[in-house]
């Protein structure tokens, strides 16, 4: 069997050169403020790459996307190995378009930072008297530049995102633009909706398109999952305070009161998170892992 290497190696995610495919790998471990932490959380990579697929399901009358399988069957022999079962997947190559598409249905995060210092997110004026947490009346688009490892993601006006893209693809900037916008709100809209009936408020999220060889938008990345979006359980929810979630704000949070960590978890944490993360997939999907 011969030992593939990655061509490319991100915080969590590893990609494979599969000829006229890739192979994405999600793997088990964590990062937090973009620091790729110590500990790894077992079964993460599989949520993250099933949770991807049922999205990727959904959606594809929407917009294409990128994933041609999961399946280990369908890619080369090294992938049948039992690290790579279930957190592969087999995707289209594109040309990424180098701009991190983020929605927001609720004010939290740094947006709640930012509205309490200004009213506003992002350079978007926000109406007066909102709570921590609350619903937006609108979700908003704010997009942001894709950093590269070690560096911070840069939050961009809509207008700047015309501009960045038409530096990249002249003549298409403002094409581009408009279909990241639209196509991201639209995505948001439907799956938070459905969520939402699940048991589950989808407060956040990003997005990452690329071009496939006809110069086509194509949704690619990851989608959807608790390392893109904030999962907050419906019951319970109330605005006015931070919430409770399916993702790795408990990490987050943990991280934050305990600021001589080291980047190191204690291991009843890192169990809490499988849970969290196994729970989320389970509401979302109606199915175990």
């Known amino acids: 069997m011969t030992e593939l290497k990655p061509i490319k190696e991100g915080k969590v995610r590893e990609i494979y050169d599969n000829g006229d495919t890739l192979i994405m790998v999600a793997t088990d471990r964590i990062s937090c403020f ?14 993250l790459t099933q949770m991807s ?36 997947m087999m995707c289209k190559k594109l040309t990424m378009l180098p701009v991190e598409c983020i929605v ?7 947006g709640w930072a930012s509205y309490k210092k200004n009213g506003t997110v992002c350079g978007i004026t926000l109406p007066e008297g909102l709570l921590e947490s609350a619903k937006l009346p609108e979700p908003i688009y704010t997009p942001s530049t894709k ?13 700047q995102s015309v501009d960045y893209l038409e530096k990249r693809f002249p003549g298409k900037g403002a094409e581009y633009a408009a279909k990241l916008r639209d196509l991201s709100l639209t995505l948001y809209k439907t799956c938070a909706d459905y969520a939402l009936t699940k048991g ?10 690329g071009l496939d060889e006809n110069g086509e938008v194509v949704l690619g990345d990851e989608m959807l999952t ?4 904030r999962f907050w359980p419906a019951e319970g929810y109330e605005p006015g305070k931070s919430q409770p979630s399916f993702d790795k704000q408990f ?5 934050k009161a305990n600021p001589d960590n080291d980047w190191t978890l204690p291991q009843e944490i890192v169990d809490k998170t499988i849970e969290k993360y196994l729970t989320g997939y389970k509401l979302l999907t109606g199915k175990d892992l």
């Open 226 to 229: 608790p390392d893109s979006s």
């Open 53 to 88: 697929k049922f999205w990727f399901d959904m959606t594809k009358d929407i917009v294409p996307n990128h994933m041609v399988s999961v399946d280990n069957n369908d890619m080369p022999e090294f992938f049948r190995q039992p690290q790579f079962m279930g957190n592969s």
């Open 147 to 159: 950093a590269e490892i070690g560096d911070h993601d840069e939050n961009i006006s809509y207008e």
């Open 200 to 209: 589950i408020i989808i407060a956040d999220t990003k997005f990452e398109f």
């Open 251 to 255: 990490a987050r949070d943990w991280l």
């Open 104 to 110: 927001r249905g609720y004010i939290t995060g740094s």
């Open 34 to 47: 973009d620091v790729i932490l110590h500990n790894q959380v077992t079964k993460k990579g599989t949520v």
